[in-house]
């Protein structure tokens, strides 16, 4: 079964603080992706990468950066987090070729 | 641009009942596919649907996709309370995925 995992449950920080979330997925897949999930909104697409070392806005990139140095990690930062980035953050990985999206547990971050 | 987008909202049904959910999108597709989120988890993959199919079982559920109105539903038979979730379709296009905001499917038991 492919496993995709998020480095935390739940993490509170203070504004202005640097935030990384950390995916991991041990399935080999060329794609993955980051969303916050808001009550009413759904899930927006914050960024994807399609290769190592590649990376793609989404429909809400401000405020956030991302990483892909291996093809299994893809991490999202806040450089200086701020209380509306309090969301629930999904990260996902699909193969190449798409299809179905693997989604993380989610990382429940509270921003003080 | 394309959206998944659900209906109803929000959906309260007694155990042993059938749920159908509705998802319509704007733009064309490569394939649709049906999630379910327990609360405060990820969305865990039920079906998918290729733009060429029209119906797919799996199980209890059900999914149909009419691509010229542009929209899929799911159906659950023979409901259980531990299919109370959220479900969302999500679309995919070119790179990326458009989700809805989700149908809240509450079971009685």
């Known amino acids: 079964d492919v496993k995709v995992t998020q480095s935390s449950r739940y993490l509170v920080k203070r504004t202005g603080e640097k935030v990384f979330l950390e995916c991991v997925q041990d399935m080999d897949h060329e794609n993955m992706f980051w969303y916050r999930q808001d009550p009413g909104l759904g899930l927006r697409l914050i960024y994807f990468?399609?290769?190592?070392?590649?990376?793609e806005k989404g429909d809400i990139p401000e405020g956030y950066s991302v990483s892909r140095e291996k093809k299994e990690r893809f991490s999202l930062i806040l450089e200086s987090a701020s209380t509306n980035q309090t969301s629930m953050y999904l990260c996902?990985?699909?193969?190449?070729?798409?299809?179905?999206?693997?989604f993380g547990p989610g990382t429940r971050l509270l921003v003080l | 641009s394309q959206q998944g987008e659900e209906d109803p909202q929000a959906l309260s049904i007694q155990e042993g009942e059938n749920a159908t959910m509705n998802c319509s999108y704007k733009t064309s597709i490569n394939n649709l596919q049906w999630y379910r989120q327990n609360s405060g988890r990820g969305l865990v993959h039920l079906i998918l649907i290729r733009s060429n199919e029209r119906e797919k079982h799996s199980g209890r559920l059900r999914v149909t996709l009419d691509t010229s109105k542009k929209s899929s539903s799911l159906l659950i038979t023979a409901s259980r309370a531990a299919d109370t979730a959220s479900y969302f379709c999500?679309?995919?296009?070119?790179?990326?995925?458009?989700f809805g905001t989700g149908t809240r499917l509450k079971v009685l038991a």
């Open positions: 990468s399609y290769d190592v070392k590649m990376k």
């Open positions: 999500g679309v995919s296009g070119t790179y990326k995925y458009i």
């Open positions: 996902a990985s699909t193969p190449r070729s798409r299809g179905t999206q693997y």
